[in-house]
C-alpha cells in the first residue's frame, strides 16, 4: 500500500470531476494537482518509508529475507527524501477539503520527518497513533529490539479546522463501550489475505492488514465519503472503502500492484446499506437552543415548566429565559441556570428537568428538541 499509480478506467484522463472508485496511474505529486481542490473527505497515505536498508538481511540459518528492497523505496539522502514529503503533503492538503483529515502511517525511519513536514506545512496534529503487531518480524542480527509497531499521524488542515470526522460513540461501541485507545493491537498481513503471485512470491512487500484500514474508515469518515490513497499499492485502502459503503481514488505507479487490486477490489462484496449507519451519541447531533423550540412554535411564552415531580415552576418568556418565585426570590436565567438555583445545585441539564405542564400531562423538553431535530433532518 506504500506506492504511486488503474482500474479498468484508469486509460481515462483525470478530469474536473472526481474519478470515483478508480486508480490514477502515474506519479502521486503530478495525479494529485489535476484533482479538484478541496474534494476528497480523507486521505489514507503509507508512503515510502525510506528504509536505508545495506546490504542482504539473512536469518540465523543464512536464508534470504524478503526485506523492503524495491526502487520506489529509496532515496538518494534524507533531503532529497524531505521534498518528497513535502511536495506530495503539499498536494493533498489543495485535495483535502476543510473538514476533512488526513493519516499518514510509517516506522521510525520516516515518521519522525513526516510529522515535522506536517507541522511546517500547518497541517495540525489530533492524534498518534501506535499500532502493536501481534507477530512482529524478529530482529535476527540481535543487535537491537525487534521493531513491534508502526506509527499513524491523524492531522487536520489547520489549527482552525472543524467539522472533522470522528465517529466518537461508534468506535465506543465497537470497543465494548470503552473509549477506543491510540494503541492498537492488530496482526500483520498474512494467511490467505496477503496477496502472492504464481509463484508464491508477495505481490507488494508492505501490504497492510485490512483490519487497521477497517478502523481507520470506521472511526474518521461516513458512509459516502470520498477516500484518497494516493500510494495505493495493493488496494487495501480501496477494498475496505468498497467494503464500508465509501468512494475510494487511489494513485499508484506501479502495474503490477494495479492489476492486483482491481482483481482484490472486483471481488468485494459491499455491506448492505442499512448496517452501515454510525451510531451517534448526542454530542455529535446538530446543537438547537431552547429559543428554536419557541422560533417552531413547540412552546410558547407565557407557559409553565415544572420538573418531574411538579415540586418546582417556571414561567417561559420571550427571549427564552425562565422566570419563578423560589424561597422568596425572584429567580431568572436559562433553562439550565434556573433549574440549577432551585435545587440549589451547582449545575443542571434544563433539557433533562423541565417539562411542559398543561396542568394535565407533563412533556419533557428534550422529547420536543427531538422532535424538532427530526423534523430539521426530514
Not at 538481511?57 to 538518494?76: G, I, M, T, Y
Not at 485507545?181 to 512487500?205: F, M, N, Q, Y
Not at 487495501?236 to 477490489?265: C, M, P, Q, W
Not at 419557541?294 to 418546582?312: C, F, N, P, V
Request: charged share 25%.
Amino acid at each position: 500500500m506504500r506506492h504511486q499509480s488503474v482500474n479498468k478506467t484508469a486509460h481515462k484522463p483525470v478530469t474536473a470531476e472526481l474519478p470515483l472508485d478508480s486508480i490514477i496511474q502515474g506519479e502521486c505529486v503530478t495525479a494529485l494537482e489535476k484533482l479538484p481542490a478541496n474534494s476528497v473527505d480523507l486521505i489514507f497515505a503509507d508512503p515510502p518509508y525510506n528504509l536505508q536498508l545495506a546490504g542482504d538481511l539473512v536469518r540465523p540459518d543464512h536464508s534470504k529475507v524478503d526485506a523492503v528492497d524495491d526502487h520506489w523505496d529509496q532515496f538518494s539522502t534524507f533531503q532529497a527524501y524531505d521534498a518528497f514529503t513535502r511536495a506530495w503533503l503539499m498536494a493533498a492538503r489543495r485535495v483535502l477539503k476543510p473538514t476533512g483529515s488526513i493519516w499518514v502511517i510509517g516506522s521510525y525511519h520516516n515518521i519522525f520527518r513526516v510529522g515535522s513536514i506536517l507541522q511546517d506545512l500547518d497541517y495540525w496534529i489530533l492524534n498518534d497513533i501506535v499500532w502493536r503487531k501481534t507477530n512482529p518480524m524478529p530482529n535476527f542480527r540481535g543487535r537491537r529490539f525487534a521493531n513491534a509497531h508502526e506509527t499513524l499521524i491523524w492531522a487536520a488542515p489547520g489549527a482552525n479546522a472543524k467539522g472533522y470526522t470522528f465517529n466518537y460513540d461508534a468506535m465506543k461501541a465497537f470497543n465494548d463501550d470503552l473509549q477506543m485507545r491510540s494503541d492498537w493491537v492488530l496482526p500483520i498481513c498474512t494467511g490467505e489475505e496477503r496477496l502472492k503471485d504464481d509463484d508464491g512470491h508477495k505481490v507488494h512487500p508492505t501490504q497492510k492488514p485490512e483490519s487497521l484500514l477497517y478502523r481507520v474508515l470506521l472511526s474518521t469518515s461516513r458512509p459516502g465519503d470520498v477516500v484518497l490513497d494516493p500510494f495505493f499499492g495493493t488496494g487495501t485502502t480501496g477494498a475496505v472503502a468498497k467494503k464500508l459503503g465509501r468512494h475510494f481514488i487511489g494513485i499508484e505507479r506501479e502495474s503490477d500492484y494495479i492489476e492486483a487490486a482491481n482483481a482484490r477490489i472486483d471481488a468485494v462484496r459491499p455491506a448492505e446499506a442499512a448496517t452501515l449507519k454510525v451510531i451517534e451519541g448526542k454530542r455529535a447531533l446538530p446543537r438547537i437552543p431552547f429559543g428554536n423550540l419557541m422560533e417552531a412554535g413547540l412552546i410558547a411564552a407565557g407557559q409553565t415548566l415544572s420538573d418531574g415531580k411538579r415540586r418546582y415552576s417556571a414561567t417561559i418568556r420571550a427571549d427564552g429565559s425562565l422566570t419563578c418565585e423560589h424561597d422568596g426570590r425572584t429567580l431568572e436565567g436559562s433553562i439550565h441556570k434556573v433549574g440549577a438555583l432551585v435545587q440549589g445545585a451547582d449545575a443542571c441539564n434544563g433539557w433533562t428537568f423541565w417539562h411542559v405542564d398543561d396542568g394535565k400531562t407533563l412533556t419533557l423538553i428534550d422529547e420536543l428538541r427531538e422532535t424538532l431535530r427530526r423534523d430539521m433532518a426530514a
